[in-house]
């Protein structure tokens, strides 16, 4: 029989120690998780993007529920273990679940620090620790109000980075007087409280937080500081460290000091119990860095399959782990000793104008330690020399400038990494060294970054030495990597997007099948990346001769509804301009009541969204909306989205021009065409700018003497204020402008990229050139418009209705229980 | 309504499926979906993907594979197996085309019906 191994918590120690006893003894343990967090396992030192909107949940996730099930683990999500029973060899869950166990392994983490002042409990303080953690703060973010986070550590200044970028106004306080003291030496602490000051965030140093005080709801209203200032938040994040989760290992009696003891292979007081991660306490050390925390799965994975494999794992072994700050736009690295001492050199660098500081920390002539900032380049390097002791006597007059100048090599970027010797660390959170790397490319023939990142797990953690693998690939495959320079548009082909469109049109390729058979792709009926893209390219470039392909088109664009989480559909029907009308939401309201729809959401583009509507109900959802005049919002397509608009000077005092009416008018102008991406349109009328227009992928300001027409917004992931593209004195050409504009994109932009990013592709100034300065292109742009909208306008949702594509919204048969006899 | 043999189940017509797409077929334990290739071929999985429960018939079917709509996984329509780095598998039942129609093998319901 096999032997029952329990584990308590599902964070990434145990995670990666799972993934190594599976490959060196894959039978022997019959394997029971207990996870207090109702979730599969997750890479927690990604939360930062998570929070700061670069990453979602779903993107982080190491091993999803399928992980569980072919490895045959028992996985008890939201299970605290209360009890462990180290007589009878069992545990049970706060649930009342019992598990009986050979083998125990402790990996409950740590729990965030809660300053022990009053008001700590108040609604609105929060800690930083885990999704729900960040799920209460984007909340929070919604109401852009005020933030402090108090501890000015790794974890509290990427908290404030985050909803910084959430938009919210955030304030750190921070006891000590420089930032990241731990880590950073005070130059490079003040650096980088400058580059956070210029990002607005505000820094507070010697800040010693007295009490959290309640509003009359009994929500934090501010922070008191001992100095007597009170610092206004509505929302708190906690983050002045961690602490060990260790309870489970005291109620069980086990030797406990700051975490459960464990020897150098992870063994605790009870020689059936082990432990690792950020609870274990080795050689009196607690951890809280992923690189020894995966060390630590190493050891303790070799540990359980000795008597498979017959050896005895290394032992763990005390290593500086290097210290990386995860905000995007800041680049800082410290490791080692950095404190002065008499026995002790330093070498330092300033260049003040260019942000950069340098220090590297020598004891007998070796580096022990190194503060970056600014610019890490050679942070590699420099671990590795400290890492091999290297008598650095004959580098000392250049050292600091870093590995290109050594040795009269030339200034190529991936010299430093060509240098490298083959045992030097590229990847710090896996511990994956150079050698590795290039083996595994050797070996398996990798090419892509994605390959390297599934074999090697190189840079597949914080993601921070890209960079680095990036050189070491170019290093390994030389030309062959060059040739990936060109971003392909997917894996189906070594065509670039630009590559695509341009022989598109020179070789008059008019179907999908066409373009893989004269353009050499690899598969044979292509992926979910290039046909929709292809789709998109001819349904632009030949229209009324390419008959769109609706299998190639994503799930919105074929049921003309966006789908949700729970494979239900959200529903937004147009509003022209934003404007509405007591019909028209008497006519919502009784579909919403016949249909029972959920939830009805009024949207950022001035129009309601009718979400949980059931796939089946869709046809019958909209002939209901369409016999009140609603057609189809394309709230899903990568097409015409919304007008926004302002009152303009139908009704407001400041009003200059008609912009509802120009709304409206540009709206069903331009609706139903397809678009590389989705367009977003605003016209205010006024510069008071009430509708956002500056914002948008195309935005007007209506002005006295005409309309300034602006382009290149962004408000998702990236922020970015719209350029002017120009001033046009009548409505006219307003629309012909604007039109030209979109039919430019349209031609030239790669799919899925939206206008401001085309745009800074191409250049502003060449889309002004085009679309403001040659008269006759911009007609001929606005000409073809046209042409193509003859084919587009019509609207999806009546054509459904009337019975299009009814196969799409009925299962093709139901089996009863009587199939089964 | 459907015509049955002792091991298949008659399903409906091969053109009642797009060519490159799918069809749900409801069972008293769930969804199955029926996919259609580019070559004619059908194969049937559960409508379930295993890593957030995202409908599988909803996805863009490529070759001899589909892409979940919802987070972009991709399935091997043969075999189930997810692709690339995803791990995990969705369960699949013996579909055939045999004179223009359709069959699910009666497994479906067995099977469907001892897991529930």
Redesign the interface.
């Given at each position: 029989m096999r032997q029952k191994l329990v584990i308590i918590g599902n964070g990434m120690a145990p995670g990666r120690m799972l993934e190594h006893l599976f490959e060196l003894a894959p039978d022997l343990y019959e394997i029971t998780i207990f996870n207090a967090e109702p979730r599969v396992n997750y890479d927690r030192i990604m939360l930062s993007p998570v929070l700061s909107g670069e990453k979602t949940f779903?993107d982080i996730?190491i091993?999803?529920?399928?992980?569980y099930?072919?490895n045959g683990i028992t996985l008890y999500k939201g299970h605290r273990i209360t009890a462990i029973d180290r007589a009878a060899r069992t545990v049970t869950s706060d649930q009342g679940a019992t598990a009986a166990y050979d083998r125990l392994i402790i990996a409950t983490g740590s729990v965030p620090f809660i300053l022990p002042v009053p008001g700590a409990d108040l609604k609105g303080v929060i800690s930083y620790r885990d999704l729900d953690d960040v799920d209460a703060m984007l909340l929070a973010a919604q109401s852009r109000e005020t933030a402090v986070v108090i501890g000015g550590g790794l974890l509290g200044l990427e908290a404030a980075a985050g909803l910084k970028a959430r938009g919210m106004d955030v304030t750190v306080l921070h006891v000590m007087p420089s930032l990241m003291e731990r880590q950073l030496d005070p130059a490079a602490g003040y650096l980088l409280q400058r580059s956070l000051e210029a990002r607005g965030i505000k820094v507070m140093t010697r800040a010693k937080t007295q009490a959290l005080l309640p509003d009359a709801q009994g929500k934090v209203r501010a922070v008191a500081l001992q100095d007597g200032t009170e610092v206004p938040a509505t929302l708190v994040v906690m983050a002045a460290g961690i602490r060990p989760n260790a309870a489970l290992g005291r109620l069980a009696g086990l030797e406990v000091n700051r975490g459960i003891v464990v020897d150098a292979h992870m063994r605790s007081s009870d020689p059936s119990i082990y432990s690792l991660g950020e609870c274990a306490e080795v050689g009196g050390q607690v951890y809280g860095l992923v690189a020894p925390l995966y060390e630590m799965a190493r050891v303790l994975a070799g540990e359980l399959a000795r008597e498979v494999t017959g050896a005895e794992p290394a032992p763990f072994v005390h290593q500086d782990t290097p210290t990386k700050l995860k905000v995007t736009g800041i680049d800082l690295f410290s490791v080692g000793d950095f404190a002065d001492g008499d026995d002790r050199e330093e070498i330092v660098l300033r260049d003040a104008s260019a942000g950069i500081y340098k220090r590297l920390i020598l004891k007998d002539n070796r580096i022990i330690g190194s503060v970056l900032f600014g610019d890490t380049g050679d942070a590699a390097w420099f671990t590795d020399l400290k890492k091999k002791a290297t008598d650095v006597t004959d580098l000392r007059d250049t050292l600091i400038f870093g590995q290109a100048y050594q040795g009269g090599a030339a200034l190529d970027p991936t010299a430093a990494v060509a240098a490298l010797a083959d045992d030097a660390e590229i990847c710090g959170c896996n511990g994956v060294c150079k050698g590795t790397i290039v083996s595994a490319i050797t070996a398996k023939g990798l090419t892509t970054l994605?390959e390297v990142?599934?074999h090697t797990k190189a840079s597949a953690s914080c993601g921070s030495c890209t960079g680095l693998v990036e050189k070491v690939m170019q290093l390994t495959l030389g030309d062959r990597f060059q040739a990936q320079a060109v971003k392909p548009m997917c894996g189906c082909t070594t065509h670039s997007h630009d590559d695509v469109r341009r022989l598109i049109k020179a070789k008059q390729l008019k179907s999908i099948p066409a373009v893989m058979q004269e353009l050499g792709w690899s598969?044979?009926?292509?992926?979910?990346k290039c046909?929709?893209a292809l789709n998109y390219y001819l349904v632009a470039d030949w229209p009324g001769e390419y008959e769109d392909d609706?299998?190639?088109?994503?799930?919105?664009e074929?049921?003309h509804a966006n789908?949700q989480?729970?494979?239900t559909y959200s529903v937004v029907p147009r509003m022209w301009g934003g404007m509405t009308s007591a019909a028209e939401l008497r006519a919502i309201a009784d579909v919403v009541d016949k249909f029972a729809i959920p939830a009805v959401k009024v949207t950022g583009g001035q129009r309601i969204d009718m979400l949980g509507v059931k796939k089946e109900d869709l046809p019958a959802v909209w002939e209901d909306l369409g016999k009140a005049g609603f057609v189809s919002g394309h709230a899903y397509a990568k097409g015409l989205r919304t007008v926004k608009t302002c009152v303009g000077s139908d009704w407001c005092r400041f009003g200059t021009q008609d912009s509802t009416g120009l709304g409206i008018r540009l709206e069903k102008f331009l609706w139903g065409s397809w678009t590389p991406a989705k367009v977003k349109l605003a016209v205010s009328g006024c510069p008071r700018n009430c509708a956002e227009a500056t914002c948008k992928d195309v935005g007007v300001i209506c002005v006295d003497s005409g309309f300034e027409i602006h382009f290149a917004g962004a408000a998702g992931l990236d922020i970015k204020g719209t350029d002017v593209l120009g001033l046009v004195p009548s409505e006219d050409e307003a629309v012909e402008t604007i039109t030209a504009l979109i039919q430019m994109y349209r031609e030239q932009g790669h799919y899925l990229e939206r206008i401001y990013k085309w745009a800074k592709r191409i250049g502003h100034d060449e889309v002004r050139r085009q679309i403001m300065d040659d008269r006759d292109r911009r007609r001929a742009y606005f000409d073809r418009f046209v042409q193509s909208q003859a084919f587009a306008q019509t609207d999806p949702w009546s054509e459904r209705v009337s019975g299009k594509d009814k196969?799409e919204f009925r299962?093709?048969?139901?089996?009863?229980?009587e199939?089964?006899e | 309504m459907n015509a049955m043999t002792r091991d298949w189940i008659e399903i409906g017509l091969l053109t009642d499926i797009p060519k490159e797409g799918a069809r749900v077929v409801k069972t008293p334990a769930g969804c199955v979906a029926l996919f259609r290739t580019g070559e004619d071929e059908v194969f049937a999985l559960d409508d379930r993907c295993p890593h957030k429960g995202g409908p599988l018939s909803q996805g863009i079917v490529h070759g001899r594979f589909v892409t979940c709509p919802l987070h972009n996984w991709v399935f091997d329509l043969a075999t189930g197996l997810a692709q690339g780095a995803d791990e995990g598998a969705v369960a699949t039942t013996p579909a055939r085309v045999e004179g223009g129609r359709v069959y699910l093998a009666r497994s479906v319901l067995a099977r469907r019906a001892a897991d529930d």
């Amino acid at each position: 029989m096999r032997q029952k191994l329990v584990i308590i918590g599902n964070g990434m120690a145990p995670g990666r120690m799972l993934e190594h006893l599976f490959e060196l003894a894959p039978d022997l343990y019959e394997i029971t998780i207990f996870n207090a967090e109702p979730r599969v396992n997750y890479d927690r030192i990604m939360l930062s993007p998570v929070l700061s909107g670069e990453k979602t949940f779903e993107d982080i996730v190491i091993h999803g529920d399928g992980w569980y099930i072919r490895n045959g683990i028992t996985l008890y999500k939201g299970h605290r273990i209360t009890a462990i029973d180290r007589a009878a060899r069992t545990v049970t869950s706060d649930q009342g679940a019992t598990a009986a166990y050979d083998r125990l392994i402790i990996a409950t983490g740590s729990v965030p620090f809660i300053l022990p002042v009053p008001g700590a409990d108040l609604k609105g303080v929060i800690s930083y620790r885990d999704l729900d953690d960040v799920d209460a703060m984007l909340l929070a973010a919604q109401s852009r109000e005020t933030a402090v986070v108090i501890g000015g550590g790794l974890l509290g200044l990427e908290a404030a980075a985050g909803l910084k970028a959430r938009g919210m106004d955030v304030t750190v306080l921070h006891v000590m007087p420089s930032l990241m003291e731990r880590q950073l030496d005070p130059a490079a602490g003040y650096l980088l409280q400058r580059s956070l000051e210029a990002r607005g965030i505000k820094v507070m140093t010697r800040a010693k937080t007295q009490a959290l005080l309640p509003d009359a709801q009994g929500k934090v209203r501010a922070v008191a500081l001992q100095d007597g200032t009170e610092v206004p938040a509505t929302l708190v994040v906690m983050a002045a460290g961690i602490r060990p989760n260790a309870a489970l290992g005291r109620l069980a009696g086990l030797e406990v000091n700051r975490g459960i003891v464990v020897d150098a292979h992870m063994r605790s007081s009870d020689p059936s119990i082990y432990s690792l991660g950020e609870c274990a306490e080795v050689g009196g050390q607690v951890y809280g860095l992923v690189a020894p925390l995966y060390e630590m799965a190493r050891v303790l994975a070799g540990e359980l399959a000795r008597e498979v494999t017959g050896a005895e794992p290394a032992p763990f072994v005390h290593q500086d782990t290097p210290t990386k700050l995860k905000v995007t736009g800041i680049d800082l690295f410290s490791v080692g000793d950095f404190a002065d001492g008499d026995d002790r050199e330093e070498i330092v660098l300033r260049d003040a104008s260019a942000g950069i500081y340098k220090r590297l920390i020598l004891k007998d002539n070796r580096i022990i330690g190194s503060v970056l900032f600014g610019d890490t380049g050679d942070a590699a390097w420099f671990t590795d020399l400290k890492k091999k002791a290297t008598d650095v006597t004959d580098l000392r007059d250049t050292l600091i400038f870093g590995q290109a100048y050594q040795g009269g090599a030339a200034l190529d970027p991936t010299a430093a990494v060509a240098a490298l010797a083959d045992d030097a660390e590229i990847c710090g959170c896996n511990g994956v060294c150079k050698g590795t790397i290039v083996s595994a490319i050797t070996a398996k023939g990798l090419t892509t970054l994605e390959e390297v990142r599934a074999h090697t797990k190189a840079s597949a953690s914080c993601g921070s030495c890209t960079g680095l693998v990036e050189k070491v690939m170019q290093l390994t495959l030389g030309d062959r990597f060059q040739a990936q320079a060109v971003k392909p548009m997917c894996g189906c082909t070594t065509h670039s997007h630009d590559d695509v469109r341009r022989l598109i049109k020179a070789k008059q390729l008019k179907s999908i099948p066409a373009v893989m058979q004269e353009l050499g792709w690899s598969s044979s009926g292509g992926c979910a990346k290039c046909r929709p893209a292809l789709n998109y390219y001819l349904v632009a470039d030949w229209p009324g001769e390419y008959e769109d392909d609706y299998q190639s088109r994503f799930i919105n664009e074929r049921v003309h509804a966006n789908i949700q989480k729970d494979g239900t559909y959200s529903v937004v029907p147009r509003m022209w301009g934003g404007m509405t009308s007591a019909a028209e939401l008497r006519a919502i309201a009784d579909v919403v009541d016949k249909f029972a729809i959920p939830a009805v959401k009024v949207t950022g583009g001035q129009r309601i969204d009718m979400l949980g509507v059931k796939k089946e109900d869709l046809p019958a959802v909209w002939e209901d909306l369409g016999k009140a005049g609603f057609v189809s919002g394309h709230a899903y397509a990568k097409g015409l989205r919304t007008v926004k608009t302002c009152v303009g000077s139908d009704w407001c005092r400041f009003g200059t021009q008609d912009s509802t009416g120009l709304g409206i008018r540009l709206e069903k102008f331009l609706w139903g065409s397809w678009t590389p991406a989705k367009v977003k349109l605003a016209v205010s009328g006024c510069p008071r700018n009430c509708a956002e227009a500056t914002c948008k992928d195309v935005g007007v300001i209506c002005v006295d003497s005409g309309f300034e027409i602006h382009f290149a917004g962004a408000a998702g992931l990236d922020i970015k204020g719209t350029d002017v593209l120009g001033l046009v004195p009548s409505e006219d050409e307003a629309v012909e402008t604007i039109t030209a504009l979109i039919q430019m994109y349209r031609e030239q932009g790669h799919y899925l990229e939206r206008i401001y990013k085309w745009a800074k592709r191409i250049g502003h100034d060449e889309v002004r050139r085009q679309i403001m300065d040659d008269r006759d292109r911009r007609r001929a742009y606005f000409d073809r418009f046209v042409q193509s909208q003859a084919f587009a306008q019509t609207d999806p949702w009546s054509e459904r209705v009337s019975g299009k594509d009814k196969h799409e919204f009925r299962p093709m048969a139901v089996l009863g229980l009587e199939a089964a006899e | 309504m459907n015509a049955m043999t002792r091991d298949w189940i008659e399903i409906g017509l091969l053109t009642d499926i797009p060519k490159e797409g799918a069809r749900v077929v409801k069972t008293p334990a769930g969804c199955v979906a029926l996919f259609r290739t580019g070559e004619d071929e059908v194969f049937a999985l559960d409508d379930r993907c295993p890593h957030k429960g995202g409908p599988l018939s909803q996805g863009i079917v490529h070759g001899r594979f589909v892409t979940c709509p919802l987070h972009n996984w991709v399935f091997d329509l043969a075999t189930g197996l997810a692709q690339g780095a995803d791990e995990g598998a969705v369960a699949t039942t013996p579909a055939r085309v045999e004179g223009g129609r359709v069959y699910l093998a009666r497994s479906v319901l067995a099977r469907r019906a001892a897991d529930d």
